[in-house]
């Protein structure tokens, strides 16, 4: 069991720019999940998915981001056009049909 | 609405002594999973402890104790014999399909 893992680990770019993550779950999880963290703050919810399916998207998640996964294991979040309040550190999450969620290191995202 | 707020931004314990830290939340769901996670400095957020809302009985788990009041919507964390190690931000949740947290508090550990 190797946790779940998440690249690039730090990411800086500048304002405009797209950049995407990827979060590779625990391998019999079915469930992922999105998370925005900004420094001082817990975790907000962005999006989860069962499966390949994406199930819930929160009203963070405006029509900038998307997040695919699309045969059901690894996933990815796109930003476009990236701007100075995106930075912050993504997390991924990982759970098996329960409510127990194990998390990834994290992307720090850095906009200038 | 989901929320889950915690009202203390910073808690200072000694080692060895005990220390509990606050969490309310609210929903209209009767099915949740409550959590307390442990985030260290630049690392990554681990599971403490979790309690389901149909048990009554409180969680345990070794140093770290959990006071679950469903009526009043309450669930605070009691950490005894406070070790150095459990300098963090910890951070309620409550878990539905998703997982809304608490703004955390960070913990300090005295020697």
């Known amino acids: 069991d190797t946790g779940v893992s998440q690249d690039p680990r730090h990411k800086i770019t500048k304002r405009g720019q797209n950049v995407t993550f990827r979060c590779d779950p625990i391998?019999?999880?079915?469930?992922l999940y999105w998370y925005r963290q900004t420094l001082g703050q817990g975790p907000e919810f962005l999006t989860y998915?069962?499966?390949?399916?994406?199930?819930?998207k929160s009203r963070l998640l405006s029509d900038r981001f998307s997040a695919e996964r699309p045969k059901g294991s690894f996933s990815t979040l796109e930003i476009q056009r990236t701007e100075q309040g995106d930075s912050a550190m993504y997390l991924c999450?990982?759970?098996?049909?329960?409510?127990?969620?194990?998390f990834g290191p994290g992307t720090r995202l850095t906009v200038l | 609405a989901q929320t889950v707020t915690q009202s203390q931004p910073e808690m200072s314990v000694q080692e060895a002594e005990t220390v509990t830290l606050s969490c309310t939340y609210d929903?209209?769901?009767?099915?949740?999973?409550l959590f307390w996670y442990k985030q260290p400095p630049s690392r990554q957020m681990i599971l403490v402890i979790r309690?389901?809302?149909?048990?009554?009985q409180n969680a345990t788990e070794n140093r770290f104790s959990v006071n679950f009041q469903k009526a009043a919507k309450s669930f605070s964390l009691k950490i005894s014999d406070s070790q150095l190690g459990d300098a963090a931000m910890y951070f309620c949740?409550?878990?539905?399909?998703?997982?809304?947290f608490g703004a955390g508090t960070r913990l300090t550990v005295k020697p």
């Open positions: 999450a990982s759970s098996l049909m329960s409510r127990i969620q194990f």
């Open positions: 391998s019999e999880h079915n469930r």
């Open positions: 998915f069962q499966n390949e399916a994406q199930l819930e």
């Open positions: 929903t209209s769901e009767s099915d949740y999973y």
């Open positions: 309690q389901e809302a149909y048990k009554q």
């Open positions: 949740a409550l878990g539905i399909n998703d997982m809304r």
